[in-house]
């Protein structure tokens, strides 16, 4: 099963990224998919308290106890909300991040929490073997 992203933010047709988890033997990867084949991101491994490539969800402030779940017919992801006051949500958006959102009681709009990948070196073979990302002014640069 796949989460496609909206092809752009006022057109909800399927876009160009999807999203799935790989269920592994020890556990399991989310991973980011450029036309539903293509790696374009993963978050590495499940290590029974966050990804590898997001260890943020171990100390999240919005959610606790952050647990994958997998039985004979299905596997999922499931969370507890750290605030009852504050909504959260996990989103794929049209430029293949995945974001975690919230809203409180005194927001005006969701706010993002954090996004995945933040570095277009983070994005698989963007960069190549002996790349490296360097931030200028919030613009990234493949050097």
């Not at 991973?31 to 491994?45: R, V």
């Not at 647990?67 to 006051?85: C, H, I, L, Q, W």
């Not at 996004?115 to 960069?127: A, D, K, N």
């Amino acid at each position: 099963m796949f989460l496609t992203a909206w092809s752009n933010p006022e057109n909800p047709a399927p876009g160009i990224f999807s999203s799935k988890v790989e269920v592994v033997q020890n556990g399991a990867s989310h991973d980011l998919l450029w036309n539903h084949s293509k790696m374009y991101w993963s978050s590495g491994e499940w290590t029974g308290k966050n990804f590898v490539n997001v260890p943020e969800i171990d100390r999240d402030y919005y959610i606790k106890n952050f647990r994958f779940v997998k039985t004979e017919n299905e596997s999922y992801f499931t969370f507890d909300a750290g605030f009852p006051s504050v909504d959260t949500r996990f989103v794929l958006d049209y430029t293949g991040q995945l974001k975690q959102i919230v809203w409180g009681k005194d927001f005006t709009e969701w706010a993002i929490y954090w996004t995945r990948p933040t570095l277009q070196c983070e994005v698989h073979g963007f960069c190549g073997a002996f790349g490296a990302a360097v931030q200028r002014r919030n613009l990234f640069v493949s050097a």
